[in-house]
């Protein structure tokens, strides 16, 4: 009798765990990029951390997002040297804020930007433009300001949301003057002002769903 209620016990552990481990895999979850910094939110881990990377500012080709690039790059097979000038390229990213400024707390000005992607236990995180606060039901992850590459320039990327306290790529105090972001503003028009103000710079949040 004894031994058979070993066995029950043992196989009531046996199935715990396997329901505990089937949770744990099961578990939703969700990764965000944190343009600006190299390290994650509190209540996130780290998947990996880099640099800011795309498109040089006067060309019109190589794709339109911005994307973080590793820090630890592994390569495939591969062949060093630029081989073909209609190869796509991409570069490390500066940012441009050539005037006095009160949006970010020092000085930016040409300064290289890392980036993390971070793994969030939420099963949601987006990143709200136009918002210095999250909606109810969300929960901030990180605050900053929306940027782009200036309405000038020849090819386009995409928005994305500075972290408004930036680190900066170590020896990245230079003019390469290739892959830029600039702050955006807001233009009246199609835009209805009020509730948006002419000129004004766009802040964003980056935010987690409350799950419970």
């Not at 300064?111 to 971070?118: I, L, R, T, Y």
Request: some cysteine; overall charge negative.
């Amino acid at each position: 009798m004894e031994q058979e209620i070993k066995r029950l016990r043992e196989t009531a552990e046996m199935q715990q765990n396997t329901i505990t481990t089937f949770l744990k895999t099961e578990k939703s979850g969700s990764t965000f990029t944190r343009w600006g910094r190299n390290v994650c939110p509190d209540s996130t881990a780290p998947v990996y951390k880099g640099y800011i990377a795309g498109k040089k500012y006067n060309e019109a080709g190589s794709g339109s997002d911005t994307i973080c690039l590793p820090d630890e790059p592994t390569w495939a097979n591969y062949t060093d040297g630029n081989q073909d000038a209609l190869r796509g390229r991409i570069y490390g990213t500066e940012i441009d804020i050539n005037e006095p400024s009160k949006i970010f707390p020092y000085n930016v000005w040409e300064q290289d930007v890392p980036c993390v992607v971070c793994l969030s236990d939420k099963s949601s995180v987006l990143m709200f433009p136009a918002r210095a606060n999250c909606y109810k039901g969300w929960s901030l992850q990180y605050s900053g300001y929306i940027m782009a590459n200036s309405h000038v320039h020849a090819g386009p990327h995409n928005h994305i949301c500075v972290d408004f306290q930036p680190e900066f790529v170590p020896n990245g105090a230079r003019n390469d003057d290739q892959h830029i972001l600039y702050l955006i503003e807001a233009q009246c028009g199609s835009l209805p002002c009020p509730p948006y103000v002419q000129g004004r710079e766009l802040s964003c949040v980056v935010c987690s769903k409350n799950d419970d």
